[in-house]
């Protein structure tokens, strides 16, 4: 429950305006891979820096089970386009460390939980920013760019 809370907080209240520069950028509707800077940053330092090729693919976790994971969730793009939690799941995938998010019909994205083993707990929970911006929907909803600095922090309530 307190998940769910963090995330319909996180996605209500973050600005609009991350989003809308991100469609700026990139032609509508593609699917190509991009290269983009991760970061994960958990409560006692750096877990994960690199570039990563991604695309809008499905993902699946543990707890989640799978899931599109290509931005058309929640009607926020009107076909495939890469996303955040994708680019987590290639990371993951690519450099072996492990990743779960719970799936929440509600928000028709993840939640992520944990990274490398790193829980929010009932504390924390990782927040997704792109471009040093807290994504306005989930990450599997947003639309990433060629060049994005896309970063999961774990973030106290």
């Not at 543990?62 to 899931?67: D, I, K, M, R, V």
């Not at 450099?95 to 028709?108: E, I, K, L, N, Q």
């Not at 909803?141 to 106290?156: C, E, M, P």
């Amino acid at each position: 429950m307190i998940t769910a809370t963090a995330l319909g907080l996180a996605l209500a209240t973050a600005p609009v305006t991350a989003h809308a520069h991100a469609h700026a950028q990139s032609p509508e509707g593609t699917n190509a891979r991009v290269k983009v800077t991760l970061t994960v940053q958990g409560p006692d330092g750096l877990l994960f820096r690199g570039k990563i090729r991604t695309h809008g693919h499905e993902v699946t976790t543990p707890t989640g089970g799978t899931h599109r994971c290509d931005g058309t969730k929640g009607g926020a793009n009107p076909s495939a386009v890469p996303t955040p939690t994708a680019a987590l799941d290639d990371a993951a995938r690519k450099r072996h460390f492990t990743w779960d998010g719970t799936w929440y019909a509600s928000f028709d994205d993840f939640s992520v939980d944990t990274i490398k083993n790193v829980s929010g707990g009932g504390a924390a929970y990782w927040n997704i920013s792109v471009n040093g911006t807290s994504t306005p929907v989930g990450g599997c909803q947003f639309k990433l760019n060629a060049g994005d600095r896309v970063a999961f922090t774990w973030t106290a309530f």
